[in-house]
C-alpha cells in the first residue's frame, strides 16, 4: 500500500511569490490535512479537507489556501510569500471516519525556504 | 483553544536508562496519538489510545491514555541509541482529521 506523497520535497522561492505543494494521500482515505512545522512553533494545523470541502481550518492568514480533488489529492497554496513562510509543510491523510480513524499518515513534507 | 503541553522538550540520557514523556491539557480528547520524527521526515504514527485509562505496549514502549483522557504519558524502558530522535503526541477532537499537538521531546540516548 503506497504512503503519503508529496512533491516536491524542496522549494526555493523569492518574497512576493506564490507557491503550489501537492498531496497525494493513501488510496482510500478521503481526509488530507495540512501542517506547518517550524522550530520555534512546532506542529500547526492550517486545514483539512473531507470529501473536497474544507472541514476544518487552523489561525493562519488567507494567504494560505488549499482544495481537494475528486481522487482525494489535495494541494495547499501560499500567496504573497513571507519570509516567516519557510518552513517543512506537512501533509497527513486518515480515514477520519472513526476516533481510531483520526490516525494521520504523514508525507515526508516539502522543505519551502523564502529568501 | 485547545493546547497540549509536553514536557520535558529536551532529553539526553545514557544507553539502558528509562524515561517518561508527559503530554497534558486543560482539555478533553476523543483520542490521542504518539509519533516518532526523525530530522527532515515527517512524523511516524506510533500508537494511538482512546479509552481513558487505556494501556498500550509496543515493544520496551509503554503508553498511557489519562483516565479523564485530558493526559498521556509515554515510557521508555532501557533506551537505546535508536531511539533517539522527536517524540510528539498530538490530540484529536471528534472523527475529523484535525490534531493538536504537543510541542515535542527531543530525545537523545548516547551509547
Known amino acids: 500500500k503506497a504512503g503519503v506523497t508529496q512533491t516536491p520535497r524542496y522549494l526555493i522561492k523569492t518574497r512576493g511569490q506564490q507557491v503550489t505543494l501537492s498531496c497525494s494521500p493513501i488510496s482510500g482515505h478521503r481526509s488530507v490535512s495540512w501542517y506547518q512545522q517550524t522550530p520555534g512553533q512546532g506542529l500547526q494545523f492550517l486545514f483539512e479537507?473531507?470529501?473536497?470541502?474544507?472541514?476544518n481550518k487552523g489561525n493562519f492568514p488567507g494567504r494560505f489556501s488549499g482544495r481537494q480533488f475528486s481522487n482525494s489529492r489535495s494541494e495547499m497554496n501560499v500567496s504573497t510569500l513571507e519570509l516567516g513562510d519557510s518552513a517543512l509543510y506537512l501533509c497527513?491523510?486518515?480515514?477520519?471516519?472513526?476516533?481510531?480513524?483520526?490516525?494521520?499518515?504523514f508525507g515526508q513534507g516539502t522543505r519551502l525556504t523564502v529568501v | 483553544t485547545q493546547l497540549l503541553e509536553q514536557s520535558p522538550q529536551f532529553l539526553s540520557i545514557q544507553e539502558g536508562e528509562n524515561l517518561t514523556v508527559y503530554c497534558n491539557s486543560s482539555?478533553?480528547?476523543?483520542?490521542l496519538q504518539w509519533y516518532r520524527q526523525e530530522p527532515g521526515e515527517g512524523p511516524v504514527l506510533l500508537v494511538t489510545?482512546?479509552?481513558?485509562?487505556e494501556v498500550k505496549k509496543l515493544k520496551r514502549l509503554t503508553f498511557q491514555f489519562g483516565d479523564a483522557r485530558k493526559d498521556s504519558s509515554l515510557h521508555i524502558t532501557a533506551a537505546q541509541p535508536g531511539d533517539t530522535g522527536l517524540y510528539l503526541c498530538?490530540?484529536?477532537?471528534?472523527?475529523?482529521?484535525?490534531?493538536?499537538f504537543g510541542q515535542g521531546t527531543t530525545l537523545q540516548v548516547k551509547p
Open positions: 489510545v482512546v479509552t481513558g485509562g
Open positions: 497527513a491523510s486518515s480515514l477520519a471516519a472513526s476516533r481510531r480513524g483520526t490516525e494521520a499518515f
Open positions: 482539555s478533553v480528547f476523543s483520542s
Open positions: 498530538a490530540g484529536a477532537s471528534g472523527n475529523t482529521g484535525k490534531l493538536i
Open positions: 479537507y473531507f470529501s473536497e470541502t474544507q472541514r
